[in-house]
C-alpha cells in the first residue's frame, strides 16, 4: 500500500503564476483535503473533496481551487501565486463512510517556494 | 470563529522525565481530538486520538486527557527518549474525518 502520494515534491514559482498540485489517496479512500502549512506554523485547511464535489471550504480566497477525479486522485490549483503562498501543501484522504472511525492519512506534502 | 491554542509552543526534557502538552479548543461541537507527531520534513503522523465520550485513553508511553466542561485535552508523554523529538500538534473536529483545526505545535526536544 503506497499511502497517499503527492507530486511534486518540491517546486519554485515567480509572483503571479500559477500552479497545480497532485495527490493520490491511501487505498480504498474516497475523501482527499487539502492543507497548507507555512514554516513554523499548523497545517490549516483548504478544502475536502468527496465523490469529485467540494464539500467543505477552509478561510482561503478564490484563488485557490481543487478538482476529484472519478479515480479519487485530485488537483489543488493555485493562481496568482503570491509571496504569502509558499508553504507545504499537505493532502490527507480519509474512507468518508468511516467517518466515526476512519484515521486521516496524510502525504509527506509538495514544498512550494513563491520569489 | 474556530480556533486551537496550544502552549507551550517548545519544550526541553531530559531523557526519561515526562512532557505535558496542552490545547485549548473554542467550537464547543468538537467531539474528535487527535494527536499528531512531525519530524523535520516529514508528513504529520496521527500518534492517539481521543472522541468526546471519553475521558482518557492511553497506549504505552503516550496518554490524552480530555476535559470537555473546560474545553481543554492535553498529551502526557512518559519515559521520553530522545526518538520523541518532533513537534507535535493537537487538533480538534466536529467529525473524524473532517476538517481538522489544528494548533500552532509544539517542538519538543528531548536530551540524552
Known amino acids: 500500500d503506497a499511502g497517499v502520494t503527492q507530486s511534486p515534491t518540491h517546486l519554485i514559482k515567480t509572483r503571479g503564476q500559477q500552479v497545480t498540485l497532485r495527490c493520490s489517496p491511501k487505498s480504498g479512500h474516497d475523501t482527499v483535503s487539502w492543507y497548507q502549512q507555512a514554516l513554523g506554523q499548523g497545517p490549516q485547511f483548504i478544502f475536502q473533496y468527496y465523490e469529485e464535489e467540494e464539500r467543505q471550504r477552509g478561510n482561503f480566497p478564490d484563488r485557490f481551487s481543487g478538482h476529484q477525479f472519478p479515480n479519487y486522485s485530485s488537483e489543488l490549483n493555485v493562481n496568482a501565486l503570491l509571496l504569502g503562498d509558499s508553504a507545504l501543501y499537505l493532502c490527507?484522504?480519509?474512507?468518508?463512510?468511516?467517518?466515526?472511525?476512519?484515521?486521516?492519512?496524510f502525504g509527506e506534502g509538495s514544498r512550494l517556494t513563491v520569489l | 470563529g474556530e480556533n486551537v491554542e496550544q502552549h507551550p509552543s517548545t519544550l526541553s526534557v531530559q531523557e526519561g522525565d515526562s512532557a505535558v502538552i496542552k490545547c485549548t479548543y473554542s467550537d464547543s461541537a468538537s467531539n474528535y481530538f487527535p494527536w499528531y507527531k512531525q519530524e523535520l520534513g516529514k508528513r504529520p503522523q496521527l500518534i492517539i486520538d481521543?472522541?468526546?465520550?471519553?475521558g482518557e485513553k492511553k497506549d504505552q508511553r503516550i496518554a490524552v486527557t480530555l476535559n470537555k466542561t473546560a474545553k481543554h485535552f492535553s498529551l502526557h508523554i512518559t519515559e521520553t527518549q530522545p526518538e520523541d523529538s518532533a513537534v507535535y500538534f493537537c487538533a480538534a473536529s466536529i467529525n473524524q474525518g473532517g476538517k481538522l483545526i489544528f494548533g500552532q505545535g509544539t517542538e519538543l526536544s528531548v536530551k540524552p
Open positions: 490527507a484522504s480519509s474512507l468518508l463512510a468511516a467517518v466515526n472511525t476512519g484515521e486521516l492519512f
Open positions: 481521543i472522541r468526546s465520550n471519553v
